[in-house]
């Protein structure tokens, strides 16, 4: 038996390029050392030896990368979402912050934690990068869950010194010492699951706490994540606020968490200024989290992600839960599909008969679930030669017709249809989590 080498035989499709699906039907994909070597059509001598998964029946996808989701707001998904009138944009204040405020408690956070962590497992998502919330004790905890689990996933401690509620709000000193020592319990305490620095976003972060948890970021060398130009109403806040820029942007940007020398997820970005899109088509180092269900939810706007695409700005997709209500990122890549309809509809298709259509369609969709986050990662999301064999086996045996589907159309199928009933197995980095 060939060591730290296995065989998994079915029908593969991932996507190399945001255009279009590569399919290999009834292929052997060899995985060493927790990598992809390839896939083939049949299975090489050198390979003959070593154990074999059949999944013959079965469609195999890349694992999926959540870029942006709150854990703690995952106990109350599915609350807030129809909010009218007077009581739009109070959600933060009954909802999410009353909320977050529960993980002082740490035994409350293990037990909600636990359940989040364990329903993640039962999704197609096979890393992360996650908010916690301001408390250090229970974001070291979901840390912990997580690498038990077998995930890959940043986490972080967030931080906010304004504009939050008494009992969730933190001093300046207060933010920087608990951050700091979360970075000295965490940075090498998990092989698989690491800090990611997390101002909240620039209304609940003073002047003085970004510029320090900008030289936290430098010193350590850890990637950021935060929100940028999510609804007309934040970004006037943040104008208000901030009388020294001229755009959003410029307030990460200003003290280096843009995505120059250290990574950065931003999350959003449906409004950007003409001067903001230019900035970010700079920045080589800087992710968009698309978060296409939190878009409606939150009446918000939908952002131009065939417009960052074409300027070659990374973009993956994000659940922003509990801005959606679930954890799937199957869903949330029929959304993007959806909400790109809607945008068109509205905008170019508008009393224009002959628009031509300019929709994200399924396989870009599919491509920034996989190694558009993934690249956020390293070589992850894809099955191409040298990466991270990140992979989820799907049955469509529950759902298929009685006709004969092509293997893109089973996939499809499963795409808008499947839940976690439908996953068979999961793999992390090599690893066989389910
Ligand atoms: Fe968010």
Request: aromatic fraction near 10%; hydrophobic fraction near 40%; charged fraction near 25%.
């Amino acid at each position: 038996m060939l060591q730290n080498t296995f065989v998994i035989k079915g029908n593969f499709l991932h996507t190399p390029t945001p255009d279009e699906f590569q399919v290999y039907e009834k292929a052997f994909l060899v995985v060493e050392n927790n990598k992809v070597v390839n896939v083939f059509p049949s299975l090489p001598d050198a390979y003959q030896n070593a154990s074999l998964y059949d999944y013959s029946n079965d469609i195999i996808i890349p694992g999926m990368i959540d870029m942006h989701l709150h854990a703690p707001q995952y106990a109350f998904r599915g609350l807030g979402m129809h909010l009218e009138g007077k009581d739009w944009g109070t959600w933060f204040m009954r909802y999410a912050f009353p909320d977050e405020m529960r993980y002082h408690d740490l035994e409350y956070a293990l037990s909600a934690y636990g359940r989040f962590v364990d329903d993640l497992m039962l999704t197609t998502t096979t890393r992360a990068c996650i908010y916690g919330t301001l408390h250090r004790e229970a974001t070291e905890a979901l840390m912990d869950l997580l690498e038990e689990k077998g995930f890959c996933a940043y986490v972080g401690k967030v931080n906010m010194d304004r504009n939050s509620l008494d009992g969730l709000e933190e001093s300046t000193e207060e933010s920087l010492s608990e951050t700091f020592k979360w970075l000295e319990n965490t940075i090498n305490a998990f092989p698989h699951v690491k800090p990611i620095i997390t101002p909240r976003y620039i209304p609940t972060c003073t002047d003085r706490l970004m510029s320090q948890l900008s030289a936290l970021a430098h010193e350590y060398n850890l990637p950021v994540q935060s929100h940028l130009s999510e609804g007309l109403d934040e970004i006037e806040w943040v104008s208000s606020l901030r009388t020294d820029i001229s755009f959003y942007a410029e307030a990460y940007d200003k003290v280096g968490m843009l995505g120059d020398a250290i990574p950065s997820i931003m999350a959003h970005c449906v409004y950007p200024t003409e001067e903001e899109f230019h900035l970010m088509q700079t920045k080589a180092n800087l992710w968009v989290a698309h978060c296409p269900q939190s878009n409606i939810s939150s009446s918000g706007g939908i952002a131009p992600i065939k417009k960052y695409l074409r300027a070659g700005i990374h973009v993956g997709l994000g659940t922003d839960m509990a801005g959606s209500c679930t954890l799937s990122l199957l869903r949330a890549i029929t959304d993007a599909v959806h909400v790109s309809k809607a945008w068109w509809g509205f905008n170019e298709r508008k009393n224009n008969l002959h628009a031509e259509r300019n929709i994200i369609p399924l396989p870009t969709a599919f491509y920034l679930a996989t190694k558009g986050g993934g690249s956020f990662f390293g070589d992850v999301g894809s099955f191409e030669p040298g990466y991270e064999f990140d992979a989820v086996i799907l049955s469509d045996n529950r759902i298929k017709d009685l006709i004969d589907r092509s293997t893109k159309e089973r996939l499809e199928r499963l795409i808008l249809m499947s839940d976690d009933r439908d996953i068979k197995a999961k793999f992390i980095a090599g690893r066989k989590v389910i």
